[in-house]
């Protein structure tokens, strides 16, 4: 007899047997939960905030969105830069060691922020707009550090930006045809039409995959901002919260509470160390029959005593 | 329903008051198992005990 | 008369009709040898017993019964809701009552679910050969909250867009967002409405047979009951 394999107890069936209706106790069951399921539902519904829309994101905060899409358009962006599934930068590439399973998987889902986010969209908008196409085709024909030193230019006066009447006003500089263009694609967002083509983006009809739009909006701070109102921020232990009075998921609090300590709260590759850290937990819960230690804790500290204290009162009536 | 919720803080805990309830409310029920008696054969009726 | 009518084979009863003796029996082949299989570790005595070793009398032994009457609300509202389309719930009151319906049976769910993991552990449930139902059970929960994850982000709200946009981070981190994007919608929502659901109910149903094949496991630190008094195994399990 080894650790792995300790003796067997009694046979179920070797014990006294009382009558015991399985199914009546399932339909008992069934009608107990089907009065909490409907009183619950009845009397608290269920929460349903509206989604954030670019559109809503380009009325409300219009300097925050061009100074966003600006950063696509200079490649300068969180999603622009992200690396592996979406392309090849190495911003938020996480590795341990010599775990590098980002990189190992590959790029799988190309998201290439200059075109997709701006230029693509700003060429279908100016299918009818003479000014725009001409600031365009400047862009395009420009050399890339051109490029380079209209958007740094561009961002910087960002800084100092203000909104007015829904529009963006930047201090006086040399920008090139940056600021039409960006006004254009301002213009194109608070229409509501920015969503529609960052969808299908690819000129497909049929669409479910929202990684464009999403990705866009995540580089953003419109999004971000309702977030940390409902209290969804990380640092807010948000993976287990919802929004209004609401229960979340509370099944995640361990998960959540590995970010919020050292190291992992100040470690850049934190995402990595989480999800491993909670890989070795959920196999050493999975396999806690064979642990020694953790399979022993229910007899060390008897809680069993309380579940069949029934059967133990009878046992020692029985001896006696 | 759609209101924010009271939220409590203790040290690096952050928990809503919703998540807090359902916590508490699973240990009552959790420990109320335990000490509840359970109905029905409690000591098992003559007939019982002598069938195996 | 003292058996009933038509109850013996070939025997034609008052009423004329014959009931067919059912066909002998083989043992060989691939049907026989599984057929012999269930016999023995299944038989319908086993999987449907009308009587239980007198010490399952605690409410702890509730939590996995209720934790599947909540999963069937789960089902049966989810059902509804993708009958009617991923945009119905939005835009009709009926359809939000039924995603609250769907809402609060997951959260009760999960929390018997725990609760019944939580009994099991305390009573050391994993023992006398059941560790393969600890696991399959422990892999329903992992799974429940990968089902949950992606419910939550096919709800089409603020929620599951702040949910999808951080997600991603963690799932890109350990490369499986190669395959997985939670921010395509379609992937999640297929993969909520159906594999996931079938697993879950696959492993269920061979959870509830892994239980019913080995019996509700003795208490800890019982002894044999046909042994004499006082003698007690040599190690208890």
């Given at each position: 007899m080894s650790w792995l394999r300790p003796a067997r107890g009694p046979d179920p069936n070797s014990f006294r047997t009382i009558r015991y209706d399985l199914l009546k106790e399932l339909t008992v069951a069934l009608g107990v939960v089907s009065v909490l399921v409907l009183i619950l539902a009845g009397a608290l519904s269920s929460p349903d905030v509206k989604p954030d829309t670019i559109q809503r994101w380009a009325q409300d905060d219009p300097v925050d969105f061009v100074t966003t899409a600006t950063g696509e358009l200079a490649g300068s962006s969180v999603s622009a830069q992200y690396g592996p599934p979406y392309n090849s930068?190495?911003?938020s590439v996480q590795s341990l060691g010599p775990l590098h399973p980002q990189e190992w998987a590959g790029?799988?889902?190309?998201?290439d922020s200059v075109n997709q986010f701006v230029l693509d969209p700003l060429n279908k908008a100016a299918a009818s707009n003479a000014t725009l196409t001409s600031a365009l085709a400047t862009f395009a024909a420009a050399k890339a550090d051109q490029q380079t030193s209209w958007l740094d230019a561009y961002t910087a006066a960002l800084a100092n930006a203000t909104a007015q009447d829904g529009a963006v006003v930047v201090p006086a500089g040399d920008y090139g045809p940056v600021d039409p263009m960006m006004k254009a694609l301002l213009a194109v967002a608070r229409s509501g039409g920015l969503d529609g083509l960052l969808l299908s983006g690819g000129g497909t009809f049929y669409q479910t995959d929202y990684t464009s739009p999403l990705l866009f909006l995540g580089d953003g701070g419109h999004l971000s901002g309702l977030a940390k109102d409902q209290m969804l921020f990380g640092n807010q232990w948000g993976v287990m919260n919802e929004t209004g009075r609401y229960p979340g998921q509370a099944w995640l609090w361990l998960y959540t509470l590995?970010?919020?300590?050292?190291p992992y709260n100040t470690a850049s590759n934190a995402d990595l160390l989480v999800v491993l850290t909670m890989g070795v937990l959920s196999l050493a819960l999975l396999l806690v029959p064979f642990i020694p230690g953790l399979r022993d804790i229910p007899r060390w500290i008897p809680i069993h005593r309380l579940i069949w204290r029934r059967f133990y009162a009878e046992e020692r009536a029985r001896r006696r | 329903m759609d209101a924010p919720a009271p939220y409590f803080h203790w040290g690096f805990i952050e928990i809503s008051l919703p998540n807090l309830v359902v916590i508490g409310v699973m240990l009552l029920l959790f420990v109320l198992a335990l000490v509840l008696p359970f109905p029905g054969h409690a000591d098992g009726n003559a007939r019982d005990r002598d069938r195996q | 008369m003292s058996t009933p009518p038509g109850?013996?084979?070939g025997d034609t009863g008052s009423s004329g009709r014959t009931e067919p003796a059912p066909p002998k029996q083989e043992s060989g082949g691939w049907t026989g040898a599984v057929a012999g299989w269930l016999e023995r570790r299944l038989p319908i005595g086993k999987l449907l017993?009308?009587?239980?070793?007198?010490?399952?009398?605690?409410?702890?032994?509730v939590f996995g019964v209720v934790t599947i009457a909540a999963l069937i609300w789960v089902v049966l509202s989810g059902v509804v809701l993708t009958f009617f389309g991923p945009q119905w719930w939005h835009v009709s009151s009926i359809g939000h009552f039924i995603n609250s319906l769907h809402f609060w049976s997951v959260q009760l769910f999960f929390i018997f679910m725990v609760l019944h993991l939580w009994g099991q552990y305390w009573a050391a449930g994993w023992r006398d050969g059941r560790a393969p139902t600890w696991m399959v059970g422990v892999v329903i929960f992992l799974i429940s909250i990968v089902t949950a994850f992606t419910g939550y982000i096919s709800q089409q709200n603020l929620d599951a867009q702040w949910i999808a946009v951080n997600a991603k981070d963690a799932i890109n981190s350990v490369g499986v967002g190669a395959f997985f994007n939670p921010l395509n919608f379609g992937q999640m929502y297929g993969l909520h409405v159906m594999l996931l659901p079938i697993a879950i109910t696959l492993l269920v149903v061979l959870h509830v047979v892994q239980v019913r094949m080995r019996g509700v496991v003795a208490p800890?630190?019982?002894?044999?009951?046909?042994?004499?008094?006082?003698v007690r195994e040599a190690r208890p399990s």
């Open positions: 930068g190495s911003g790029v799988h889902q190309h998201v590995w970010y919020q300590i050292p | - | 109850s013996v084979p017993p009308t009587r239980q070793p007198y010490y399952i009398g605690s409410w702890v032994y800890l630190g019982a002894a044999d009951a046909h042994l004499p008094d006082g």
